[in-house]
């Protein structure tokens, strides 16, 4: 049985994702605040068979007239509670019932199951990185870099410069969003409206870290988390903040550490091993190859968009669908 839940069910989302290893992606708060920025058409796709439950949050995206499908950001994509080995002919056919034209879906390799996907439409690009949270602390911390473990040990010395108020926080975190993201060029996908900002701080399972001096936020830091797994989702700093970053993972971990949380996933690099893939890897953090799944269900209807928009419908290593990117427009 597949069923489609909507943005307008929170609680038939969450008893859906009940059970099933997931990450904050999949949730309704997530998938809801993400929907404030996009304005997508946004479910829960569930499947259920002999007890075997697979879901995956989606947004359709119209072009030309047509339909495809995209996870919300975020590591999401397929989660179940059990291998499936027939479940790409369900989804396929799902998928062509729904006249989607091709399908980009992102994956979280840290919940990832084989047989849920066909492995020639799975792409890997990219490496992210995880923290292992279950040993004792003073284990974790054993395993950073030397410079790392001497960093934190310096942050526990001194007196405390973490900033809780919620409302300060938030007030920082929309006001100094957009200018931070185009200091650092970052790619569209991180220019999130005022409401979906608001909407995220104000969420239960999502919670709010600052810090600074005097009274005055120099940085705001997001901790996003399921039962399964934590995010050090997204940090904003003034532009003369930058060494409170190492600082604002610490205590993101700690604080996910201590709601019993297994995983913290730290995101990989804008590219394969730059300097933030590096800033990561020295909290001792094990890597993760990252990947996402494109897939076209319409070849007709795929070609024809693609020549409208001018570009190659062969090429299938960079931005999916083609048609969609904002090079072509």
């Given amino acids: ?79 179940g509670n059990r291998e499936c080995p027939d479940f790409p002919r369900y989804w396929r056919r799902f998928a062509a019932e729904r006249g989607y034209v091709c399908g980009y879906l992102q994956l979280n390799p840290l919940l990832e199951r084989c047989s849920y996907l066909d492995r020639g439409d799975v792409y890997r690009y990219n490496t992210i990185y995880a923290i292992d949270l279950t040993p004792d602390l003073d284990v974790i911390v054993s395993g950073f870099d030397r410079g790392r473990r001497k960093q934190i040990e310096a942050i526990e010395r001194r007196p405390s410069r973490i900033i809780e108020d919620r409302q300060t926080l938030t007030a920082f975190l929309v006001e100094r969003a957009a200018e931070f993201f185009r200091r650092r060029q970052a790619s569209p996908v991180y220019q999130f409206s005022p409401e979906t900002l608001a909407f995220l701080a104000a969420s239960e399972n999502v919670r709010l870290i600052g810090a600074g001096s005097d009274g005055e936020v120099e940085a705001v830091a997001l901790a996003a988390y399921s039962p399964y797994v934590g995010e050090a989702f997204l940090q904003i700093s003034a532009p003369d903040a930058q060494h409170l970053a190492a600082e604002m993972v610490w205590h993101r971990l700690k604080f996910l550490k201590s709601r019993q949380i297994p995983w913290m996933n730290l995101g990989g690099g804008v590219a394969e091993g730059d300097g933030i893939a590096r800033f990561k890897a020295r909290f001792g953090s094990r890597r993760f190859a990252l990947g996402c799944v494109k897939q076209i269900y319409r070849p007709d209807l795929y070609a024809t968009l693609c020549r409208q928009a001018g570009r190659n419908a062969d090429d299938l290593d960079g931005y999916f669908p083609p048609y969609h990117n904002p090079r072509s427009q």
Avoid: K, Q
């Fill in 1 to 79: 049985m597949e069923r489609s839940i909507s943005l307008e069910s929170p609680e038939e989302w969450r008893e859906a994702l009940s059970g099933i290893p997931h990450a904050f992606a999949h949730t309704w708060e997530s998938c809801y605040a993400m929907y404030l920025t996009s304005g997508l058409a946004t479910y829960l796709y569930t499947f259920e068979d002999a007890g075997t439950r697979v879901v995956c949050p989606l947004g359709e995206r119209r072009y030309g007239g047509r339909v495809d499908i995209v996870t919300p950001y975020g590591f999401s994509g397929f989660v």
